[in-house]
């Protein structure tokens, strides 16, 4: 169990992507992390399939130096988490302090809210966000997943393999 004794989190809203947010999670688990589910708050929410999610921890209450990486899934949420200064911050403070954020589909929009897209820095993301991240100055890289720096960049859904496998890689080695 590489993970053991390392906490992520990953952040969650109604309309998160169920396989976005469930698969990272399992393959964590298994490494021996502790993942939290962090929210606005702690209600159950449901994700854009139906899968019901109980935060663990509210997004508020967490600090940057407490966690190991931050899991960003897409789906619907992205869009109603972007606009909460608390998500940007703690996000913005994550790539700061040079910590893995996972990043997968819709996902990509909270980083361009939080500011963490470098000029010419290479992401990826769902079709619908392409626009966004090229004009938030990211290469657009239609590539399943991949590591840029800190960041671990996922395309959609049927990509979850290949993002966990970088995702992995990427925490095993600090």
């Known amino acids: 169990m590489r993970l053991q004794n390392k906490t992520t989190a990953t952040l969650v809203a109604e309309g998160v992507e169920?396989?976005?947010?469930?698969?990272?999670?399992?393959?964590?688990?298994?490494e021996g992390a502790q993942v939290l589910s962090a929210g606005?708050?702690?209600k159950p929410i449901k994700?854009?399939?139906?899968?019901?999610?109980?935060?663990?921890?509210t997004i508020?209450?967490?600090?940057?130096?407490?966690?190991?990486?931050?899991?960003i899934p897409g789906g619907w949420a992205p869009d109603k988490l972007r606009r909460h200064e608390v998500v940007n911050n703690l996000v913005h403070k994550m790539d700061?302090?040079?910590?893995?954020?996972g990043i997968i589909c819709h996902g990509g929009s909270i980083a361009i809210s939080a500011g963490i897209i470098k000029k010419g820095q290479r992401a990826t993301g769902?079709?619908?966000i392409k626009d966004d991240l090229v004009n938030?100055?990211?290469?657009?890289?239609?590539?399943?997943?991949?590591?840029?720096?800190?960041?671990?960049?996922?395309?959609?859904?049927?990509?979850?393999?290949?993002f966990n496998r970088e995702l992995v890689m990427a925490l095993v080695e600090g």
């Open 47 to 57: 994700g854009k399939n139906g899968l019901v999610i109980t935060p663990d921890v």
């Open 18 to 30: 169920d396989l976005e947010y469930y698969v990272p999670l399992m393959r964590l688990q298994e």
């Open 126 to 128: 769902s079709l619908g």
């Open 60 to 71: 508020e209450t967490l600090k940057a130096n407490d966690l190991f990486a931050l899991i």
């Open 96 to 101: 700061a302090e040079n910590k893995i954020i």
């Open 40 to 42: 606005m708050d702690l």
């Open 136 to 162: 938030a100055g990211a290469v657009w890289t239609d590539e399943a997943a991949f590591r840029e720096g800190n960041q671990v960049w996922g395309r959609v859904v049927a990509d979850i393999p290949d």
